[in-house]
Protein backbone atom coordinates (compact mmCIF):
# COMPACT_ATOMS: atom_id res chain seq x y z
CA UNK A 1 0.00 0.00 0.00
CA UNK A 2 1.14 3.75 -0.59
CA UNK A 3 -0.72 6.59 -0.64
CA UNK A 4 -0.51 9.77 -3.17
CA UNK A 5 -2.27 12.90 -4.03
CA UNK A 6 -5.12 14.28 -6.33
CA UNK A 7 -2.04 14.55 -8.78
CA UNK A 8 -0.93 11.01 -8.45
CA UNK A 9 2.20 12.06 -6.57
CA UNK A 10 3.49 9.57 -4.06
CA UNK A 11 3.15 11.14 -0.62
CA UNK A 12 3.25 9.88 3.02
CA UNK A 13 -0.22 9.04 5.04
CA UNK A 14 -0.70 12.22 6.03
CA UNK A 15 -1.29 13.70 2.95
CA UNK A 16 -3.09 11.70 0.36
CA UNK A 17 -5.16 8.51 0.19
CA UNK A 18 -4.55 5.02 0.42
CA UNK A 19 -3.96 2.78 -2.93
CA UNK A 20 -3.74 -0.91 -2.93
CA UNK A 21 -0.86 -2.73 -4.37
CA UNK A 22 -1.23 -4.49 -7.41
CA UNK A 23 1.20 -7.51 -7.77
CA UNK A 24 2.48 -9.10 -11.44
CA UNK A 25 -0.03 -12.16 -10.65
CA UNK A 26 -2.73 -9.65 -10.57
CA UNK A 27 -2.06 -9.15 -14.48
CA UNK A 28 -2.89 -12.82 -15.31
CA UNK A 29 -6.37 -13.88 -16.10
CA UNK A 30 -8.59 -15.80 -13.95
CA UNK A 31 -9.43 -19.30 -15.23
CA UNK A 32 -12.40 -21.29 -14.81
CA UNK A 33 -10.94 -23.61 -11.70
CA UNK A 34 -10.25 -20.49 -10.15
CA UNK A 35 -13.74 -18.72 -10.53
CA UNK A 36 -15.06 -22.38 -9.25
CA UNK A 37 -12.60 -22.31 -6.25
CA UNK A 38 -13.57 -18.69 -6.23
CA UNK A 39 -17.12 -19.18 -5.14
CA UNK A 40 -16.77 -22.04 -2.66
CA UNK A 41 -14.21 -19.54 -0.64
CA UNK A 42 -17.17 -16.48 -1.36
CA UNK A 43 -19.36 -18.98 0.26
CA UNK A 44 -17.64 -19.87 3.18
CA UNK A 45 -16.48 -16.63 3.98
CA UNK A 46 -19.81 -14.96 3.82
CA UNK A 47 -21.16 -17.57 6.20
CA UNK A 48 -18.50 -17.10 8.26
CA UNK A 49 -19.26 -13.09 7.82
CA UNK A 50 -23.43 -13.86 8.79
CA UNK A 51 -23.07 -16.53 11.23
CA UNK A 52 -22.46 -14.06 14.28
CA UNK A 53 -24.87 -12.20 13.25
CA UNK A 54 -27.91 -13.49 12.51
CA UNK A 55 -28.65 -14.30 16.15
CA UNK A 56 -27.88 -10.68 17.49
CA UNK A 57 -30.71 -8.54 17.80
CA UNK A 58 -31.44 -5.20 15.49
CA UNK A 59 -30.76 -3.08 18.61
CA UNK A 60 -27.00 -5.22 18.97
CA UNK A 61 -26.29 -4.45 15.33
CA UNK A 62 -26.96 -1.01 15.49
CA UNK A 63 -25.11 -0.64 18.64
CA UNK A 64 -22.31 2.32 18.47
CA UNK A 65 -18.60 0.91 19.66
CA UNK A 66 -16.12 3.60 21.35
CA UNK A 67 -13.22 4.33 18.80
CA UNK A 68 -15.25 2.25 16.03
CA UNK A 69 -15.98 4.01 12.85
CA UNK A 70 -19.44 1.80 12.31
CA UNK A 71 -21.88 -0.42 13.97
CA UNK A 72 -22.25 -3.94 12.59
CA UNK A 73 -24.83 -2.86 10.37
CA UNK A 74 -22.72 0.17 9.38
CA UNK A 75 -19.75 -2.93 8.73
CA UNK A 76 -22.16 -4.90 6.88
CA UNK A 77 -23.08 -1.84 4.27
CA UNK A 78 -19.70 -1.41 4.28
CA UNK A 79 -18.87 -4.47 2.78
CA UNK A 80 -21.55 -4.58 0.47
CA UNK A 81 -20.44 -1.26 -1.33
CA UNK A 82 -17.31 -2.47 -1.14
CA UNK A 83 -17.92 -5.39 -3.34
CA UNK A 84 -19.82 -2.86 -5.84
CA UNK A 85 -16.98 -0.23 -5.56
CA UNK A 86 -14.02 -3.60 -6.69
CA UNK A 87 -16.85 -4.56 -9.52
CA UNK A 88 -16.84 -0.65 -10.94
CA UNK A 89 -13.59 -0.89 -11.15
CA UNK A 90 -13.23 -3.24 -13.98
CA UNK A 91 -17.06 -1.95 -15.44
CA UNK A 92 -19.10 -4.64 -14.05
CA UNK A 93 -21.03 -2.73 -11.32
CA UNK A 94 -24.69 -2.35 -11.44
CA UNK A 95 -25.40 1.17 -11.24
CA UNK A 96 -25.31 2.55 -7.46
CA UNK A 97 -28.67 4.16 -7.19
CA UNK A 98 -30.31 0.50 -7.43
CA UNK A 99 -28.12 -0.22 -3.98
CA UNK A 100 -30.41 -0.72 -1.09
CA UNK A 101 -29.69 1.43 1.55
CA UNK A 102 -30.83 -1.46 4.41
CA UNK A 103 -27.58 -3.56 5.31
CA UNK A 104 -28.74 -7.10 5.12
CA UNK A 105 -30.15 -6.44 1.78
CA UNK A 106 -27.13 -4.38 0.01
CA UNK A 107 -25.14 -7.22 1.34
CA UNK A 108 -27.41 -10.04 -0.49
CA UNK A 109 -27.60 -8.02 -3.75
CA UNK A 110 -24.30 -6.62 -4.36
CA UNK A 111 -22.85 -10.32 -3.26
CA UNK A 112 -25.35 -11.76 -5.60
CA UNK A 113 -24.26 -9.64 -8.19
CA UNK A 114 -20.53 -9.90 -7.89
CA UNK A 115 -21.45 -13.54 -7.91
CA UNK A 116 -23.06 -13.69 -11.13
CA UNK A 117 -20.39 -11.51 -12.51
CA UNK A 118 -17.44 -14.04 -11.79
CA UNK A 119 -18.24 -16.37 -14.74
CA UNK A 120 -17.72 -13.31 -17.11
CA UNK A 121 -14.40 -12.88 -15.72
CA UNK A 122 -13.16 -15.77 -17.21
CA UNK A 123 -10.09 -15.42 -19.57
CA UNK A 124 -10.68 -11.53 -19.23
CA UNK A 125 -7.41 -9.95 -19.73
CA UNK A 126 -8.09 -6.25 -18.78
CA UNK A 127 -6.70 -4.03 -16.45
CA UNK A 128 -7.74 -0.57 -15.23
CA UNK A 129 -6.19 2.31 -14.40
CA UNK A 130 -8.48 4.55 -12.01
CA UNK A 131 -7.42 7.40 -9.63
CA UNK A 132 -3.54 6.14 -9.69
CA UNK A 133 -4.74 2.61 -9.22
CA UNK A 134 -4.76 -0.37 -11.20
CA UNK A 135 -7.01 -2.99 -11.12
CA UNK A 136 -7.84 -6.44 -13.17
CA UNK A 137 -10.62 -9.20 -12.20
CA UNK A 138 -7.84 -10.77 -10.04
CA UNK A 139 -7.53 -8.29 -8.25
CA UNK A 140 -10.75 -7.39 -7.80
CA UNK A 141 -11.92 -11.31 -6.50
CA UNK A 142 -8.06 -11.12 -3.78
CA UNK A 143 -9.73 -7.56 -2.49
CA UNK A 144 -13.32 -8.81 -2.16
CA UNK A 145 -12.54 -12.04 -0.23
CA UNK A 146 -9.30 -10.28 2.08
CA UNK A 147 -12.16 -7.76 2.64
CA UNK A 148 -14.54 -9.84 3.89
CA UNK A 149 -12.62 -11.55 5.92
CA UNK A 150 -10.88 -8.80 7.70
CA UNK A 151 -14.38 -7.34 8.31
CA UNK A 152 -15.59 -10.85 9.78
CA UNK A 153 -12.85 -10.56 11.85
CA UNK A 154 -14.08 -6.63 13.07
CA UNK A 155 -17.56 -7.81 13.79
CA UNK A 156 -16.22 -10.72 15.74
CA UNK A 157 -13.99 -8.23 17.50
CA UNK A 158 -17.32 -6.30 18.21
CA UNK A 159 -19.43 -8.95 19.46
Known amino acids: MYYINDDLDKVS ?12 YDWKPLTALEIKHALVMLAWSRE ?11 EKREAEYPGERWSIN ?11 FY ?23 VHDH ?5 PKME ?15 RKVLRRALW ?3 DHTEHIRKLI
Open 13 to 24: EADGYSVESFFP
Open 48 to 58: DLLKPVLALSH
Open 74 to 84: GILGHVGGAEL
Open 87 to 109: LDRIGLAFPREQMPEEPQARLEK
Open 114 to 118: FVSML
Open 123 to 137: GMKKVVGLEGELWSP
Open 147 to 149: HER
